[in-house]
């Protein structure tokens, strides 16, 4: 089951759907970082790597619902992407992250979207992101390329941020919340 429509009871708050979310693609891309600053609005710099898969909780309200979002943060790393297709399944959105300053975060991204594809089969809300924009002097990856690769991917949208700033993190989560929102009420007609 794709969509969880029950009301959960969590400290007194009302929920009334969870949706999974995936963040992936390759390690140093910043994943971890835009999830951290997502759930705390702070900046860490020192943030180990993720081991396989790190699972957080946030509660949302968007267009007066309260939703509980679990966010499925995935290692980058070569030796743990046989685990991703256990872990893309079943999920309600995705975040694919690149880093705008390594032409070479995009090397995988074939692999990456042949996973989703061989293990999702329904349409998947999905927002391509470009992290560490405080780092524009060292941009490798253009805004155009960039959109034009998320396009053909058949990504829902696209935003480039700085989980330093918080720049955009907000806008990120919050827009593939709408477009599963929208997914899930389409469905229901």
């Not at 692999?111 to 470009?130: A, N, R, S």
């Not at 998320?150 to 989980?163: H, L, N, T, V, Y």
């Not at 330093?164 to 989560?173: A, D, L, Q, R, S």
Request: aromatic letters at 12%.
């Amino acid at each position: 089951m794709r969509v969880n429509n029950q009301n959960y009871q969590v400290f007194g708050l009302s929920y009334t759907s969870t949706f999974k979310i995936v963040i992936f693609g390759d390690s140093q891309t910043g994943k971890t970082t835009l999830t951290h600053r997502f759930l705390t609005n702070l900046f860490k710099q020192d943030i180990t790597m993720t081991l396989g898969v790190d699972f957080h909780l946030k509660a949302v309200e968007l267009d007066g619902e309260m939703v509980k979002l679990q966010i499925w943060d995935f290692a980058g790393e070569e030796r743990f992407r046989f685990l991703f297709p256990s872990y893309i399944r079943g999920a309600n959105g995705a975040i694919f992250m690149y880093d705008i300053t390594n032409y070479g975060s995009l090397a995988h991204v074939d692999d990456w979207f042949e996973i989703v594809k061989k293990e999702i089969d329904y349409k998947l809300p999905l927002v391509f992101v470009g992290g560490k924009t405080d780092l524009m002097h060292l941009k490798e990856v253009s805004t155009r390329k960039a959109m034009d690769l998320a396009m053909s991917k058949g990504a829902d949208g696209f935003i480039e941020c700085c989980s330093k700033t918080g720049e955009n993190v907000p806008k990120i989560f919050n827009l593939l919340t709408k477009l599963i929102l929208r997914n899930r009420d389409s469905q229901k007609t």
